[in-house]
């Protein structure tokens, strides 16, 4: 992950975007599943964590997504024993700060300059990294966006960036205002917001982010049907001989060039099924009936 030199072209759904001067493939890897339940503590199959990692490197993903307070501290750490020494070529990183866990299982935030500065340093301990590919600024909390200025933690980002601890900055749970400050500060690479067919309050910001050679990054890609909406779902992917997560996928691979997947699962079969799900090809038909009752 020192390299930036582009991956060799891989046969993944959507082909690639580049965030700042790394190529990457618009099928990712999400890592947070990787952890014990409720995203606390170890993988109750540690072997297996190790397996998906390295499958999803093997199927030539180059974008994995983390943060540390995944366990906390445990995606990080089972990252750099499955893929380190990194080799050129390897899956760039894209992790996350200004959240931290309490003993409850909860999100707290934590976006103090202190907060940052600690989380970046420990983001680079465990991942074994000299600087980081992308770091996002977590907004909000865990019930969504908030709004307010996100002026100070950001700007202690760009502080380590330009020390050479990061390479490129992004925002997550981010509301429009917050984009547009953060890029009036420095510039971004990615937005990861909550982003599904159910929910697609950022329609326009995706538009914009695409417009400007911003990545969008959705997570939750199931999350939030009503029941007429998994209904439609499920009638397509009857059709298509497929599943819900794989029409879900490929459509969202078809809203926008800029989006960038990072489906997570801690099975290499999973992993599997979602690379090839989100392959599918959906008919004008198709995406218009999932429009429909996408709105």
């Not at 990080?76 to 003993?103: C, Q, S």
């Not at 707290?108 to 680079?124: Q, S």
């Not at 019930?143 to 601890?165: D, K």
């Not at 981010?174 to 971004?188: L, N, S």
Request: a negative charge; one cysteine or more.
């Amino acid at each position: 992950m020192s390299e930036t030199k582009n991956p060799p072209p891989t046969p993944l759904p959507g082909g690639t975007w580049t965030l700042g001067d790394l190529t990457v493939t618009r099928f990712g890897y999400g890592a947070m599943q990787l952890a014990g339940p409720g995203v606390m503590g170890p993988p109750a199959d540690h072997d297996g964590a190790l397996a998906v990692l390295r499958e999803a490197a093997a199927l030539g993903i180059s974008h994995i997504d983390t943060a540390g307070a995944y366990g906390p501290r445990v995606t990080n750490r089972l990252i750099r024993e499955a893929l380190h020494p990194y080799a050129a070529g390897a899956p760039h990183i894209v992790t996350k700060v200004g959240a931290v866990r309490d003993a409850q299982g909860g999100w707290p935030p934590a976006r103090r300059p202190e907060d940052i500065r600690r989380a970046v340093h420990e983001n680079l301990e465990d991942l074994g990294l000299d600087a980081l590919d992308v770091v996002n600024l977590r907004l909000g909390d865990a019930q969504g966006p908030r709004p307010g200025s996100l002026a100070e933690p950001f700007e202690t980002l760009v502080e380590l960036r330009e020390r050479g601890l990061i390479r490129h900055l992004g925002v997550s749970n981010a509301t429009p205002e917050q984009v547009a400050e953060a890029r009036a500060i420095a510039p971004i690479v990615c937005v990861q917001n909550l982003y599904n067919l159910a929910f697609r309050q950022d329609d326009e910001l995706i538009d914009q982010l695409a417009g400007q050679g911003i990545a969008y990054v959705p997570f939750f890609p199931l999350g939030g049907f009503s029941p007429l909406q998994s209904a439609a779902l499920s009638a397509v992917a009857g059709r298509l001989d497929s599943t819900p997560m794989s029409v879900a996928l490929a459509w969202l691979l078809r809203r926008s060039p800029n989006i960038l997947l990072i489906p997570g699962t801690s099975s290499v079969a999973h992993l599997r099924e979602n690379v090839a799900g989100a392959a599918l090809t959906l008919s004008d038909d198709d995406l218009a009936e999932l429009d429909e009752f996408g709105h």
